[in-house]
């Protein structure tokens, strides 16, 4: 998956009341390669409805432009400057649900263990975006459900991006997420990203172009059961980091 898809042992060291110390352990995704995220355990599904013959489901970044691909969109936030994960509104049909997912593979959960990654929409959204992060405990299931509005095995909720989807919810730079799970040790299942929005498509009032990037999972070998504290940034503090930048203005219309 690329040289910054790999394990590193040992990477935080905690020291603990008694003297000892803990070892984390941290499991990586740049998403240099989109297409070959399956071969590592990784799960692309879009449930979004309706679902056209030629709509997209998670892609490579889209940076350089081609012929045959969107014009240029923005740069990944690590690595090449079109590695990271994509989504945008032609998942679903024009006035659709988009719900497309991105599915971790099988993780075991533990106390402290925690996650981040980093997320952006386009420089000047005209067309709000939302994006959710869901975890099963249902060991390898990967069941999201019949349809856009049902999420299967993944009934857990760990945060929302731009949840009352407005123009200025969502980051136009790019942003970590990160939480951390608290009491949920000796449970298997996933993580999964879910790009969910209605009203969404070509001629929807919602839905534009997201990056996903930089996932990061770290393992403390702790155990337990139960919920998540979700460490999430203030959309203030977007507004902050956005004023000092200057943008390219966009064209009004979808050409991603």
Known sequence: MGERCHETIGAVLLALAAGTVAHAQTWEEGFDEVAGLTDAGWLIVNHSSPNPENSTSVFQGNYQGSLFN???????????????????????????????????????????????????????PQFPDRLEVRISYSGTSADVGLDADEVGDFTTLLLTVNEDLTTTGYPSIWTEFAGELQSVGGRTGRLAFRYWVPDAGQNGANSDYIGIDSFQFTHSFATGGGELNAQVPEAGTWAAMILPLAYVVRRLSRGR
């Open 70 to 124: 969107p014009p240029p969109v923005f740069a990944g936030h690590e690595g090449g400057t079109d590695s990271y994960a994509a989504m945008n509104y032609n998942s679903a049909s024009s006035g659709g649900t988009i719900s497309t997912w991105l599915i971790s593979p099988v993780l075991t959960f533990g106390v402290g263990d925690s996650f981040s990654f980093f997320t952006r929409t386009v420089d000047q």
